[in-house]
């Protein structure tokens, strides 16, 4: 099991943050990959605004996170940072959508058609909007969301009614295990459909970005493709919160 540190320092940020960049450096050389096509996504769930100050001095510039309602209160917190830019990660009930639309410029885990419309109509309003990347279910666990690989299809192609959500990519989270011949798979499905899809997507779908690959596997995830990997306790350190906290059950 990994032990991650605690970075509480803005040099400790630095240190953390070039481990990382050398261990995605050193998996796009197993690729046969550019480093320059691969970003990294701190994720800052649960870290308070002290710590996210210094991860801003090491270099962060954007972060993901999983629930709106702490994300907003760190926007509004940190607003003397205008160049700091926030990405929700997480899955999103509609009443929650107007906050979204406020303040984030990247939504990664779209997979209806209501969050898609609310979504688009309080960006509309705003006169903004929005890069958003379809979140896929590739492990077929009932307990996480996303759309199923064989709906996806379907449903992009109903996205360009949506004028402000730019469409992106793909998104997903692999099955969590230790055991890299059970979690490769997921990125290899989210892959394979992402080329699938770049033959029928309709006009204006990009299907540029795979965002995949987080502490634990996002090293897996670069062999197989990823453009985004999220990463949270291998920057920040452990969380005291348990995952199920941030990534509610299904039907929540």
Known sequence: MTTYTTASTVEEFRQHLAGIHARIAAACKRAGRDPATVRLLPVSKT??????RHAYAAGCRRLGENKVQEAHRKWQAMSDLPDLGWAIIGHLQTNKAKLVAEFTSEFQALDSL???KALDTHLQALGRSLDVLVQ???????????LAPDA?????????????????GLMTLALFSADAAKVRPCFVRLRQLRERLRQSAPAGVVMDELSMG????????IEEG???????QAIFGARAVPDSAYWPPVGA
């Open 152 to 168: 996806v299809e379907a449903f992009v192609k109903q996205l360009p009614a949506f004028a402000s959500l730019r469409v992106r």
């Open 47 to 52: 870290v308070p605004e002290e710590r996210i």
């Open 226 to 232: 990823a453009t985004t990997v999220r990463v949270g």
């Open 114 to 116: 209501r969050v898609a």
């Open 136 to 146: 896929v279910n590739t492990s077929a666990e009932a307990s996480k969301f996303g």
């Open 214 to 221: 987080m502490s634990g596997d996002f090293e897996l995830a």
